[in-house]
């Protein structure tokens, strides 16, 4: 293999290592939490599509193409596609009621305001989404109920869901011991 065939590569393999990892640390939006969010989403019609591909979307828009996309190992983000136009922002935060941009991500894509501090935007939309189920799997189960999802699309999202918990949740504190023990 020639010299400049091995440094291409390394090159290749070091840029797919390094924007691997900026994926994973941009956006803290928990994979738990955006699964729900997109089960709540299908159930009350602002997901109008949901895709079963490697990337799991979330359309929000056909014109133009807004939608939210994110999987295990890529951060939710809100993509916007033109025909003269694509981008993209990642979003950090809880949901519901606190999604946010991540840090160093654009206000607005192609024109569309994702974040806009005085009007409404998309991630105004998603904050205001009402958690109406709270257990991931639950929220599919509705939505196919509700012929908003088709039976092979919930089931993929309801396998998801199993492999991705909730996290335990913290034990209650311990009653302090009664202080007044004399004899």
């Known amino acids: 293999m020639s ?7 390394f090159v290749l393999l070091f840029s797919a290592f390094c924007c ?3 994926n994973e640390t941009l956006g803290n939006v928990a994979t738990r939490q955006a ?15 949901l895709s079963t591909n490697r990337l799991w979307v979330c359309e929000l ?3 133009p193409d807004i939608h939210l996309t994110f ?8 993509t916007v596609r033109t025909p003269s136009c ?13 999604l946010k941009l991540a840090p160093g991500q654009p206000k ?26 709270s257990e991931c799997r639950d929220s599919f189960q509705e939505a ?7 039976a092979r699309t919930a089931d993929f999202y309801i396998q998801q869901c199993k492999r991705n918990p909730a996290p335990p949740r913290p034990a209650p504190p311990k009653p302090w011991p009664d202080e007044d023990q004399s004899e």
């Open 3 to 9: 010299r400049m065939k091995k440094i291409s590569g």
């Open 61 to 63: 828009s056909d014109n």
């Open 20 to 22: 691997s990892y900026a």
């Open 108 to 133: 607005k894509v192609c024109n569309v305001k994702i974040y806009d501090e005085k009007e409404g935007d998309y991630l105004d939309r998603l904050n205001a989404l009402p958690e109406i189920i």
């Open 35 to 49: 699964l729900t969010l997109y089960g709540n989403a299908a159930l009350t019609g602002l997901c109008r599509h």
């Open 86 to 98: 694509e981008g993209n922002s990642v979003l950090d935060g809880e949901w519901p009621d606190n």
């Open 144 to 150: 196919f109920a509700m012929n908003r999802l088709n």
């Open 71 to 78: 999987n295990a190992d890529t951060a939710l983000h809100i």
